[in-house]
């Protein structure tokens, strides 16, 4: 029994519901983890009570116990297993990350050395994969083909799904941390007609992705270790984020026992919603399409509007009601990455300043706890590095990968694991009979089909 569940066991508070429809008071146990919120656990409250909480959205729902990643969003503190992000975005490297959230602790010089190898090793796809690129059409989002190639994984490496097995699920970890770079980087080059490119097992991570990416058989690449840094540390702001929408969509996909590959296909569908990860990719099209400064208090407007179905992207957050820290580190490395190549009075990163200044003084954004996020800042790194805007949820989910594996595995290993199945609110018509097709009156339902 693990520190907290031993401190629950000893400490047993609880929290009492008083239905005063029938005079029933139901003591419901109240739980305390290491940090954070406590929890009401509700697991036996509808057989004892016959009703089910209601909560879309989960605003108020932990549906897990985790030892990964800890947020306090009033506070605008993450921190991977005890680390502070800035700590682990600013001294360690992401391959480092990667080993802290699998294990728990930061490896040793040795284990560091072990697990980079493992890794370096497992970048190359099986060749037959190539054709299964060649299937989409060249202009397909990149993040389709990511879908689709991460989907068809677990047809070609049958010996990692027998996740029972910790050597497998362990190969089935190693292998997408190390392949889902080399994915992306081929979605990219597939989708401007050219050739793939091989790993480089002398690389790093992010100095092979980056390799990967940009160099061509005419040229010899060489990789600004200035730019990888920035690509480094963006795969560590990235890496993992508690029970966020793509991540939860994971741990369900692999309640049910499904392969990891697939679990891992179904995160990145989800993330790739432009109100979750397919913001960065939305920033810059706002951006764009704000254009001058000029029009910045005009946009600010529109994102107040309740009738204008506009939002400020790159800004809010579910749990975040102040700065996320990882836009913070952004921001630098946005000024960083800048001044590094030359680019001086970038358009785009002076109309997000401009924007985040106006939008933190708006009373509407103050009211509301409306701060910059992770994907306010991190597509003017990715744009003056060279990506185009369809490759930046890809680099998301690039860096998520480890994150989802990572509490796939704690989910697979956690001994009280089972089938996630929510329940509803019913609201549909109650029973009634069945009417034989010719005696059914026309409804307005279909209406708009008999106008064509
Ligand atoms: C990510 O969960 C995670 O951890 C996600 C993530 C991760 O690392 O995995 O951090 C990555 O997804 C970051 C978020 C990226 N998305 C965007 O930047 C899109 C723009 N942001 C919003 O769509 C919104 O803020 C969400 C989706 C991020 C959060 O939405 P919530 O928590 O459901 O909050 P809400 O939509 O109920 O908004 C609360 C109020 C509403 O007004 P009222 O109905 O109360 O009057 O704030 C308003 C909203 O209209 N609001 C905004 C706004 N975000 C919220 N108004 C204008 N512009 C915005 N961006």
Not at 6 to 15: D, R, W
Not at 57 to 76: L, Q, R, W, Y
Request: one cysteine or more; charged letters at 25%; proline letters at 4%.
């Amino acid at each position: 029994m693990s520190d907290f569940q031993e401190y629950n066991k000893n400490n047993l508070k609880s929290f009492t519901l008083f239905d005063n429809e029938n005079g029933q008071s139901y003591d419901v146990p109240i739980i305390e983890g290491s940090e954070g919120p406590k929890v009401l656990d509700i697991r036996d409250l509808y057989k004892k009570t016959g009703m089910f909480t209601f909560d879309p959205g989960f605003t108020s729902t932990a549906s897990c116990s985790s030892e990964i990643t800890f947020i306090d969003g009033h506070k605008g503190i993450l921190r991977h297993r005890g680390y502070d992000i800035k700590d682990l975005a600013y001294h360690s490297n992401f391959l480092e990350v990667c080993y802290l959230l699998l294990h728990g602790e930061l490896p040793s010089q040795e284990d560091k050395s072990k697990f980079q190898n493992v890794i370096t090793n497992h970048t190359m796809l099986n060749e037959q994969l190539v054709y299964f690129y060649r299937g989409f059409r060249r202009d397909a989002h990149p993040m389709a083909i990511m879908v689709g190639v991460v989907g068809a994984l677990s047809a070609f490496y049958h010996d990692s799904t027998d996740f029972s097995d910790i050597n497998q699920r362990m190969i089935a970890c190693h292998r997408l941390i190390a392949k889902i770079a080399t994915i992306g980087a081929m979605a990219y080059k597939y989708s401007i007609g050219q050739p793939f490119v091989y790993p480089q097992n002398h690389l790093s991570y992010s100095e092979n992705f980056l390799h990967m990416t940009f160099s061509l058989p005419t040229n010899n690449y060489k990789v600004n270790p200035v730019i990888a840094k920035a690509m480094d540390r963006f795969f560590i702001l990235h890496a993992d984020h508690e029970q966020n929408a793509s991540t939860s969509t994971v741990r369900l996909a692999g309640s049910s026992g499904a392969n990891p590959f697939a679990c891992i296909a179904a995160g990145i569908a989800s993330l790739w919603g432009p109100a979750h990860g397919g913001a960065n990719e939305a920033v810059i099209r706002m951006l764009e399409e704000i254009g001058d400064v000029s029009n910045i208090d005009k946009y600010i407007e529109k994102a107040k509007d309740k009738d204008d179905p506009f939002r400020l992207m790159g800004f809010g957050h579910r749990v975040y009601k102040n700065y996320d820290p990882r836009a913070d580190v952004m921001k630098k490395t946005a000024h960083e990455i800048l001044e590094e190549l030359n680019i001086k009075d970038d358009p785009l990163l002076k109309t997000a300043l401009q924007l985040e200044e106006i939008a933190l003084k708006d009373k509407y954004f103050i009211d509301k706890k409306l701060y910059p996020n992770v994907d306010f800042y991190s597509g003017i790194i990715l744009k003056a590095i060279g990506f185009p805007t369809s490759m930046f949820t890809v680099l998301f989910a690039i860096g998520r990968t480890v994150g989802w594996i990572s509490q796939w595995k704690e989910m697979i290993e956690d001994p009280v694991n089972k089938i996630g199945r929510p329940r509803q609110l019913y609201n549909g018509k109650n029973s009634r009979s069945y009417e034989e097709v010719n005696r059914r009156e026309k409804k307005s339902i279909f209406q708009w089909l008999w106008k064509k």
